[in-house]
Nanobody, 115 residues
Framework: QVHLVESGGGVVQPGGSLRLSCTSS????????MGWYRQAPGKERELVAT???????NYADSVKGRFTISRDNAKNTIYLQMNSLKPEDTAIYYC?????????WGQGTQDTVSS
């Protein structure tokens, strides 16, 4: 079984920052890619950022320049540094890890951006 454990969510004011962590029960190098998705109230789950084995990254247009995804192989962990947060970033954030066409998901962590 693959387990993904997320942490780092919370409540921040607009313009603030959060750093999310996702720790895998297996070596993250064995995944084709990992990433973060989010689901806001009343909306479908959407891609936020991904990082693959070759350290190539991809970001949703809405978070480019504000969010940074990274990976620490020694800790079997990926991170999402979120800066300049906006109220529209409020969502449950989910960690994802893909092996071929199989996706593994974390339980989600709440990020609330509010004045």
């Amino acid at each position: 079984q693959v387990h993904l454990v997320e942490s780092g969510g919370g409540v921040v004011q607009p313009g603030g920052s959060l750093r999310l962590s996702c720790t895998s029960s297996i070596n993250v190098f064995e995944f084709n890619d990992m990433g973060w998705y989010r689901q806001a109230p009343g909306k479908e789950r959407e891609l936020v950022a991904t990082i693959n084995v070759g350290e190539r990254t991809n970001y949703a247009d809405s978070v480019k320049g504000r969010f940074t995804i990274s990976r620490d192989n020694a800790k079997n962990t990926i991170y999402l540094q979120m800066n300049s947060l906006k109220p529209e970033d409020t969502a449950i954030y989910y960690c994802n890890a893909r092996v071929l066409r199989h996706n593994n998901w974390g339980q989600g962590t709440q990020d609330t951006v509010s004045s």
